[in-house]
Antibody, heavy 121, light 106 residues
Framework: QVTLRESGPALVKPTQTLTLTCTFSGFSLNTSEMCVSWVRQPPGKALEWLALIDWDDDKYYSTSLKTRLTISKDTSKNQVVLTMTNMDPVDTATYYC?????????????WGQGTMVTVSS | DIQMTQSPSTLSASVGDRVTITCRASQSISSWLAWYQQKPGKAPKLLIYKASSLESGVPSRFSGSGSGTEFTLTISSLQPDDSATYYCQQYDSQWTFGQGTKVEIK
């Protein structure tokens, strides 16, 4: 069974750096074409893609947020970490970790339950 | 960046109705389009990938069609459990979601 679980602080202050960890099971990021990505959703708003890392350690970032984001992986721990710098109240959202199983599907087939992050002083 | 526009933003229909949601891309994305269903307080669920491929376990009343810039998600016979918000997503060039369509049951 494939699962992903997000973890990180529920509350961060403005200007701080957010670090989120995605711990997954049931698949390996060493498998060809496998990818893990991050998506967020502000309360009552639409989904927004943030970043993606693939099995070959290639990294992709949202154009609008790329100066603030860093994604990395630790395949030995089955974890993907996202950092976002200079947090602002508009970054308040539920953050999801998702899997892309390969080019044949290409879409986000398995989602974590999400973790709510509030940015407030 | 590729923009995705969904219509309508909300729709209300009766159980058994045929429902269609449209998604338009700002440039051609071939068939690199997915549809997701999201219920309140839950993570989205993949319904359709590559514009028309039904994800395993998804009821056959859901179908997708289209290519290039115009796509549709059809629910052939609306069921009470289909009350949700539906999002399209392109993955031809990076990944972009539409703004969502909320489907309500009359």
């Amino acid at each position: 069974q494939v699962t992903l679980r997000e973890s990180g602080p529920a509350l961060v202050k403005p200007t701080q750096t957010l670090t989120l960890t995605c711990t997954f099971s049931g698949f390996s990021l060493n498998t060809s074409e496998m990818c893990v990505s991050w998506v967020r959703q502000p309360p009552g708003k639409a989904l927004e893609w943030l970043a993606l890392i693939d099995w070959d350690d290639d990294k992709y970032y949202s154009t609008s947020l790329k100066t603030r984001l860093t994604i990395s992986k630790d395949t030995s721990k089955n974890q993907v970490v996202l950092t976002m710098t200079n947090m602002d109240p508009v970054d308040t959202a539920t953050y999801y970790c998702v899997r892309i199983p390969g080019h044949d599907v290409g879409a986000f087939d398995i989602w974590g339950q999400g973790t709510m992050v509030t940015v407030s002083s | 960046d590729i923009q995705m526009t969904q219509s309508p933003s909300t729709l209300s229909a009766s159980v058994g109705d045929r429902v269609t949601i449209t998604c338009r891309a700002s440039q051609s994305i071939s068939s690199w389009l997915a549809w997701y269903q999201q219920k309140p307080g839950k993570a989205p669920k993949l319904l359709i990938y590559k514009a028309s491929s039904l994800e395993s376990g998804v009821p056959s009343r859901f179908s997708g069609s289209g290519s290039g810039t115009e796509f549709t998600l059809t629910i052939s016979s609306l069921q009470p459990d289909d009350s949700a918000t539906y999002y399209c997503q392109q993955y031809d060039s990076q990944w972009t979601f539409g703004q969502g369509t909320k489907v309500e049951i009359k």
